[in-house]
Structure formats: C-alpha cells, structure tokens
C-alpha cells in the first residue's frame, strides 16, 4: 500500500499524456487525484490550487519573463547577424566553415539570449541560405543548427538553470551560471569536432578568405553584443545586482541596443511583447503545477522512497549517476526540459547528495542531459523548429543527427566524470 502514491501519480500522469492534454494540465490533474487518496476532494483541489500559487510566489522567478523578452527583442533587433559575421571571422575560411559559424554563433547567440529555440530559428533562417548557395546538405546544416542550438541552454544566462535552482530548493543561480560556462563549451567543442567528420566525408568547400580586417569590423561590431556578458553575469558573480535585477538590465541593454542597430521599429514591440507573454505564461503555468506535483510527492514521501529504492540497488556513486542519466535521457524524449527539471529534480537530488555529488555538479548535467530531449521525436521542440526552418521532413534529419546525439552523450559522460569541468570557476570566483 506504501508504493499506491506512486502508482496512481505516475498512471494518471501518463495516461493524460497520452490522451493529449497538455502537460501543465496533466500535471494539476495527476497530483489532485494522488491527494484525494488521504483527502476529500474540496480540500484536495483547494490544496492544489494554493500549492500553485505559493510556487509562483518566487522573486527570482521574476527573471524568466524578462530574459524571455530581452530573447525576442535580440531575435530582432541585428545581434544574431553581428555575431554570424564575428564567428565567421573566426572559422568560416576552414572547409565547411559553416557548420562551424552555426556551433560558434549558437554558443555566443546562447550566451546573450539564453533561449535556444531562438538560437535556432535565428541562426538557421540566416545561414541556411548561405550552406545552400554553398552546396552543403540540407540534412547536415539542420542536424547542426538543432544541436548546437542547446548550447543556450548551459551558458548563461539560462532560464532552465533559474528553473532548477528553485526546484533544487535554493541552489545559487550565481553558482550555476557560472557553472554552465565549460560545460557548455566543451558541448560546442564536441559538435564541431563531429561536424568535422562529416566535413571531411563530404568534401564541403572553404569558406572565402577572411582578412585580419574583416575580423576586426566583425569583432568591433559584436562588441556591444558581447559587452552584454560581462553586465550580466559580472553583475551577479561580482554582487552588485541579483539575477533578476540583471534580467531586467538586459532587456534595457538589448532594446538600447536593438534601436541604435536602427533594426528594430517600435511598430514591432507590441508583436514582441505578445509574444514574450505567451512563453512566460506557458512556463509558469508549468511551474506552478510543478509544483503542485512536488508538494503531492512529498506529502506521500515519493522522493524518500524512490531515494531508498535505489540506494538499495547500489549506494555506488557512477552506479547511481549512469542509472538517473539513463532514465533522464528516456524522460527526455517524451518530455520537455521544463516540467522534467521540475518533476525529477526533487526526486534525484536527495539521491545523489547522500552519495557526494554536488547539487550545482547534478543541476548542469541534468540540463544537458535533458538538451538531448529536445533534438529527438516525438517531442523535441528544437527538431521542429530546426526542420521547419530548413524546410525538410522530420525522417530526412533523423539520420545524421544520430552522430551528433552521440557527441552530446560523450559531452554529458565527460561532464559526469569530471566534475571539475562544472565546478572550476564557480570555486574560482568562490560561490561554493
């Protein structure tokens, strides 16, 4: 009878999503008939409800609505075009310099943005183009756009490590910021290494000749650009403002910006506010019932179980860490990044502290993890956008994104292994 929570949470929760109702919903609704086991049914969804509102009731929540917004104003206003020339500069004189501009510009457009849906519909309208004067394939320059893409995801500023870090309980978002910095690098760096087999494979051209010139302009004109790094997260490491506060300087900084580019009307702000909105909504909504869910499982000692069900299995350290990978890349592809982070976050993360694994370790290799999710069907929201933009089926990109899911796993198992790569520079800047 001790395992009945777990059951019916779990049941009702999968066969909502099955049915098609949406994951916010289906996430309300399976924690509400988990409660009504222990209490009547008023009682039960007024619980629910007041355990959604109390999960919105977070100041660093405030973060996501204007990083969101700060995304949609760099999605227009010329910043994807000036780090394209900069990251082209840099690799686009190299046979297939392209695929390299996408990995390079994805990173720093990440970097800035944080949203990788925005990465990816931004970088792939630009250079998909330029890679089919060029005569490189289709299905290539997709794979790379949609992975390389969730590079967003881990540098900062990113609103799923926000995300994590209230569902962890109050992790640093200052630690995980800083955190994501090389492991989100090292993800780059394996893609690129990736891209440059089939590169060689397919014999793709040499970019034209970029003179120490054209480098400079490029790099002078993403200065501005750049400069919103170092506002942001040197602001936060360094004290001087939150990470909400720095959410809000952004969208200052980026809308500044975005007009002295003279590339953003004012006609377009009603557009990019709308827009803005019915993200945030979609993700608080999210959290919120998330929360609820958290709260239901708690209440049933859903978390203490499971967490005694597989110290049981093995109280090794990797043991656990490859099992919760396992079942995070399964998640993953039945799921978005959001609710996932919320729902196992809770669950996992008294599993791995009680084996020494630090949280801010856990949180970025959740996140990556989870990024692969996003590449692959039925549910990955990046694969859609990424074939939409490049104008192909879902079945032509499923065959060469398979190298570059196994990059992302080699990125995720170094990551792992090393824990270092995550926690040098929080410690460095000393957030540990």
């Known amino acids: 009878m001790e395992w009945i929570g777990i059951l019916i949470l779990v ?61 949609e104003i760099m999605n227009k206003g010329g910043i994807a075009n000036r780090l394209i020339d900069f990251a082209k500069g840099l690799t686009g004189r190299l046979p297939g310099g392209l695929l390299y501009v996408n990995v390079i510009a994805s990173m720093l457009f990440g970097a800035i943005a944080g949203s990788a849906a925005a990465a990816a519909s931004a970088l792939g309208s630009i250079l998909g183009k330029r890679m089919d004067e060029e005569g490189y394939p289709k299905t290539l320059g ?145 959290i919120g019932t998330s929360m609820s869910m958290s709260w239901v499982m708690s209440a049933e000692d859903i978390p203490q179980k499971i967490s005694e069900f597989m110290l049981n299995v093995s109280d090794n350290k990797w043991v656990i860490l490859i099992l919760i990978n396992i079942i995070l890349l399964i998640v993953g592809v039945f799921m978005d990044i959001t609710p996932a982070v919320l729902i196992f976050t809770p669950i996992f993360l008294p599993v791995v502290t009680k084996v020494g694994v630090d949280p801010v370790h856990f949180g970025i290799m959740m996140v990556v993890n989870l990024c692969i999710g996003l590449c692959t069907p039925p549910v990955g929201s990046l694969l ?49």
């Open 384 to 432: 859609f956008v990424g074939v939409s933009i490049a104008k192909i089926s879902l079945t032509q990109v499923i065959k060469p994104l398979l190298p570059f899911f196994l990059a992302m796993i080699i990125a995720l198992a170094l990551i792992m292994l090393f824990p270092e790569i995550t926690l040098f520079l929080p410690r460095l800047f000393d957030l540990l």
């Open 142 to 286: 997709a794979a790379v756009n949609i992975t390389s893409s969730t590079t967003g995801l881990i540098i900062p500023p990113s609103n799923v490590l926000i995300i994590y870090s209230l569902a962890s309980g109050g992790v640093s978002i200052a630690a995980l910021f800083v955190a994501g910095y090389l492991p989100g690098i090292l993800l780059g760096l394996v893609l690129m290494a990736c891209a440059a087999i089939f590169i060689k494979k397919n014999n793709l051209p040499a970019g034209e000749r970029v003179t120490l010139s054209f480098l400079g302009k490029s790099f002078w004109r993403a200065v501005p650009s750049l400069f919103l790094l170092f506002v942001v997260i040197g602001g936060i490491v360094a004290g001087v403002f939150t990470a909400t506060e720095a959410s809000a300087i952004a969208v200052v900084y980026t809308l500044v910006l975005s007009f002295a580019y003279r590339e953003l009307k004012w006609s377009e702000l009603p557009g990019i506010l709308v827009r803005s909105s019915e993200t945030t909504a979609v993700v608080l909504l999210l």
């Open 11 to 71: 049941l009702s929760f999968v066969t909502l999503l099955v049915l098609g109702v949406p994951v916010a919903w289906s996430l309300g609704l399976s924690s509400f008939f988990t409660l009504i086991i222990t209490v009547a049914a008023l009682p039960s969804a007024t619980t629910i409800a007041q355990r959604l509102a109390t999960g919105l009731d977070s100041f660093s929540l405030l973060a996501i609505p204007f990083f969101v917004l700060a995304g």
